[in-house]
């Protein structure tokens, strides 16, 4: 906890409020969460479960209903709340890549593909045109899109859906970025194809010593590639920490139920543990732990009072009522996060 | 008696012109694959898109003609049904598909939606119709007012147990279900499997059980069948072919399944290049352009599915093998 991280959000909350106000979506509610260099982090949660809001919140890049409400971001110790809309662009193109789940919408279908990878490259460190498509080339290669120079000059429509994304990476890694926010990056790609390309972001991760945001419905993607896992349910981060220890030991109960539920390719269980119920509707959220209607643990006070952050053990933090101090059977704990 | 057979299925289709002005072809969708479904059992196919699955579906449930090849349906060439039997056929082959958005009329109610199928395939009096809803219902998890509302008003889940509810009201034999689980929710998918299983243990169905999650698959079927290009590569015990499989592309598809924890390392087979149009696929071995152990003989012959160690596998590796197992 000593050096400054690369990346740092203190109980950040984004809302989407409808145009007469009368709506209020807590699309990201009060979100704590540090990432250092070259760290991997899985950001797992269900459909409307604010993952993407949240990497839109880092970004700056929300929508207009979107409203970042609360809260502190820090790249590199530098306020990212603070910065100009220039200078937040300059963040994206320099600092910050993204990732989107469907390659065509990072793409213009209207622009060859050398084209697309070269013009950043020429807006942001201001080289000749010829310079940065010698560098576009290279990037496909490392990208391993077969024949380079023929493919500059192809079309995004004219790429299998493998390569488009690619295609997406290597534009995202075109200027050196720091960080790397992936949004459910493999969901359209086949699994050959889909190992193929985490197998590409892990090396271009070790060659560049790259953080990595993998924002993902999938606990696989998570067990197979990050270090940090911070699961997500309804808008709030209810467990985050090392990814092996929170497999061993989950101890959120959605978590717990989670990782229960994902059946084991060995056939060894007879029934899936499934989690009755559905997630809420962000905009009429249930008094106190949102998690309530379908936890399994559930006790009085969860329908009161929601239940603060507390930090059972080194590096891992749960949002749950059963891990407070005075808990029965709760590990010394002390929450942390609000002040 | 299995209750569904296929043997030597084949659907080819004409190509159009591509856009590019391509040439002409053949589509070889499913090329000549045989396979049977047991009684009170799930039949498991794996495979990449393009690889025929849902080609494969559409054929079981008699939605394409096949163009070569035939469906037994509890011994009976479905092609020598009469109208009686055709309508027999119907009634015990259901499906399920992925998109229960897209599956559902939105403009009808639960119980309209449900009662479909059965009253255009039966004459039956309102209120034993009303019963039969109610007892579908029940069964898949739903409570009883739930039949007088619309699908709107249903998350994806219960939608998907709607659309379940809808392929039992004909108390069919077999149930065909296509991706049923890849549009919902993580924390929703088990409870969805765990109907599926009920529902089998209870009423005896079959199923075909078509899905990109092979650990799921894996869950889910006695027998599993893993395609490419139109092809089965392997099949058998669901168990044995998930835990050791044998053909080079089944490996690279198992290595590449997502691991349940962190601890489970696999070795990864990382599969060079795409996988290749069905539009005019490659000589002998469809597998060997992107085969690890591709010998010259597998650019030339086309390996024949052969008993390997209980299970079937196309592939000359194992050459050897099948001579001694015959
Ligand atoms: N009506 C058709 N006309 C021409 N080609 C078709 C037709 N239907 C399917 N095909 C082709 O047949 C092949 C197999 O298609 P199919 O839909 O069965 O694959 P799949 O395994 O279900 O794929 P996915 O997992 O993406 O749904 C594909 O190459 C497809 O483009
Ligand atoms: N532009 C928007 N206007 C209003 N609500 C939105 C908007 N975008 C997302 N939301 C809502 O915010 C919540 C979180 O959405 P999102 O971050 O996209 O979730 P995820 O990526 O985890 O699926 C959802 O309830 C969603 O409906
Ligand atoms: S606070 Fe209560 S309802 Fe929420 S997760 Fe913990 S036990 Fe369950
Ligand atoms: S037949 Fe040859 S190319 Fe095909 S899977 Fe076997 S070794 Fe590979
Ligand atoms: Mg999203
Ligand atoms: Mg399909």
């Known amino acids: 906890m000593s050096s400054t991280p690369l990346l740092e959000l203190e109980n950040v909350s984004t809302h989407y409020v409808s145009q007469r106000g009368t709506r209020v979506v807590r699309a990201v509610d009060d979100v704590s969460l540090r990432i250092d260099a070259g760290e991997t982090v899985g950001i797992v949660g269900e459909s409307g479960s604010g993952k993407s809001t949240l990497a839109l919140t880092i970004l700056r890049l929300l929508p207009p209903a979107g409203r970042i409400v609360h809260g502190g971001m820090r790249l590199e110790g530098e306020d990212l709340l603070a910065k100009s809309d220039v200078e937040m662009r300059h963040v994206r193109g320099k600092r910050i890549a993204m990732i989107l789940q469907d390659p065509m919408a990072s793409l213009n279908p209207l622009f060859t593909v050398g ?62 970025p720091r960080l790397l926010i992936a949004d459910e990056p493999t969901t359209s790609l086949d699994l050959t194809i889909q190992a193929q390309y985490l ?36 808008g709030r981060v209810v467990e985050s920490g090392p990814v092996s220890r929170i497999f061993n030991a989950p101890m959120h109960p959605y978590t717990q139920a989670l990782i229960n539920s994902i059946p084991r390719m060995n056939g060894s269980q007879e029934r ?31 329908h009161v009072e929601a239940p603060p952050t507390f930090a059972p053990e080194d590096g891992r933090a749960v949002r749950c ?19 | 008696m299995v209750v569904l057979e296929a043997a030597a299925l084949t659907k080819h ?63 009976r060439d479905l092609t020598a049904l009469d109208a009686a039997g055709r309508r027999h056929y119907r009634k015990s082959v259901q499906a399920v598909f992925q998109d229960p958005y897209a599956s559902l009329s939105p403009r009808m109610r639960v119980s309209e939606i449900i009662a479909e199928p059965l009253i255009t395939n039966e004459v039956v009096a309102k209120d034993e119709l009303r019963r039969r809803v109610l007892e579908v219902l029940d069964l898949v998890g739903l409570p009883a007012r739930a039949a007088d509302l619309f699908p709107h008003e249903f998350s994806g889940g219960q939608r998907q147990r709607i659309a379940i509810a809808r392929a039992l009201m004909l108390s069919p034999k077999l149930v065909v279900l296509d991706e049923p689980v890849s549009a919902l929710d993580v924390s929703i998918r088990a409870q969805i499997l765990n109907l599926l299983r009920d529902l089998q243990a209870r009423l005896g169905l079959s199923y075909l059980f078509i899905a990109h999650d092979l650990a799921a698959v ?55 290049g795409e996988v290749p149009s069905p539009l005019n696929p490659p000589d002998g071995c469809r597998f060997h352009p992107r085969c690890p152990h591709a010998t010259a003989r597998c650019g ?18 194992f050459d050897a093998d099948a001579r001694r197992a015959a």
Not at chain 1, 139 to 153: A, D, Q
Not at chain 1, 322 to 337: F, M, T, V, Y
Not at chain 2, 219 to 241: C, F, N, P, Q, W
Not at chain 2, 304 to 312: I, N, S
């Open chain 2, 13 to 75: 289709f004409n190509a159009k012109r591509t856009a590019f002005g391509g040439s002409r072809g053949v589509v070889r969708a499913v090329d000549n694959i045989s396979f049977a479904i047991e009684p009170g059992k799930t039949l498991g196919v794996v495979g990449e898109s393009g690889c025929g699955k849902t080609t494969t579906a559409n054929l079981v449930l008699g939605l394409e003609a096949p163009t070569g090849g035939a469906i037994r349906f509890e011994g």
């Open chain 2, 218 to 272: 894996a869950h889910m079927s006695h027998t599993i069948m893993v395609m490419y290009l139109g092809k089965i590569v392997e099949s058998g015990d669901a168990r044995t072919l998930a835990m050791a499989p044998k053909h080079p592309y089944t490996q690279a598809l198992f290595s590449a399944a997502l691991p349940s924890h962190p601890d489970e390392r696999r070795d990864e087979i990382i599969l060079s």
């Open chain 2, 300 to 317: 030339a012959e086309e390996p024949l599915l052969a008993p390997v160690e209980g299970r079937q596998v196309a592939c000359h590796l």
């Open chain 1, 321 to 339: 009522w059963h891990l407070a101090p005075h808990a029965e059977g709760a590990r010394a704990a002390q929450p942390i996060g609000a002040a």
């Open chain 1, 272 to 302: 899936l543990t499934a989690i009755d119920g559905q997630p809420p509707d962000l905009s009429a959220l249930p008094a106190g732990c949102s998690f309530g209607p379908r936890c399994p643990r559930v006790i009085e006070r969860c």
């Open chain 1, 115 to 176: 084209d697309q990878v070269a013009e950043p490259i020429r807006v942001h460190e201001g080289v000749a045109r010829k310079v940065a498509w010698q560098r576009a080339r290279d990037l496909l290669k490392s990208v391993r899109i077969p024949s380079p120079e023929t493919r500059v000059t192809q079309y995004p429509h004219e790429m299998s859906g493998g390569m488009r994304q690619r295609i997406v990476g290597a534009i995202g890694m075109s200027c050196g």
């Open chain 1, 199 to 234: 197998n590409l972001l892990r090396e271009l991760q070790r060659a560049h010593g790259l953080a990595l945001i993998f924002i993902t419905h999938n606990l696989g993607i998570v067990a197979k590639m990050c270090d940090q896992l911070v699961v997500m349910y309804a």
